[in-house]
Nanobody, 124 residues
Framework: QVQLVESGGGLVQAGGSLRLSCAAS????????MGWFRQAPGKEREFVAA????????YCADSVKGRFTISRDNAKNTVYLQMNSPKPEDTAVYYC?????????????????WGQGTQVTVSS
């Protein structure tokens, strides 16, 4: 069992920066691959970024590639999403999630543990 709590969301101007954090508690954090997903009003939840248990492999959606960076600190049981140059279309509730498997890290259905989400609003 893993409990996840996101923080760091809020209002940011387009072109600014914001860092989301996700603190994990429970079973060994370093055993899990981690992902960030987002959901905008009226839209389905979509993949943003994922990182392997060691941090050695990362994946980003094409829509955020070059602007967002995922990282983790296993000593702090925390995964981060650095959002640089956000755009209004990045406005959504952002969720972090954990999975014990490596396959399907880009799919929400692969993740068994989810945080409650944090709202990110990007103003133009």
């Amino acid at each position: 069992q893993v409990q996840l709590v996101e923080s760091g969301g809020g209002l940011v101007q387009a072109g600014g920066s914001l860092r989301l954090s996700c603190a994990a508690s429970g079973r060994a954090f370093s055993n899990y691959n981690m992902g960030w997903f987002r959901q905008a009003p009226g839209k389905e939840r979509e993949f943003v970024a994922a990182i392997s248990w060691s941090g050695g492999s990362t994946y980003c959606a094409d829509s955020v590639k070059g602007r967002f960076t995922i990282s983790r600190d296993n000593a702090k049981n925390t995964v981060y999403l650095q959002m640089n140059s956000p755009k209004p279309e990045d406005t959504a509730v952002y969720y972090c999630a954990a999975t014990g498997g490596r396959a399907g890290m880009l799919r929400a259905a692969s993740y068994g543990y989810w945080g409650q989400g944090t709202q990110v609003t990007v103003s133009s």
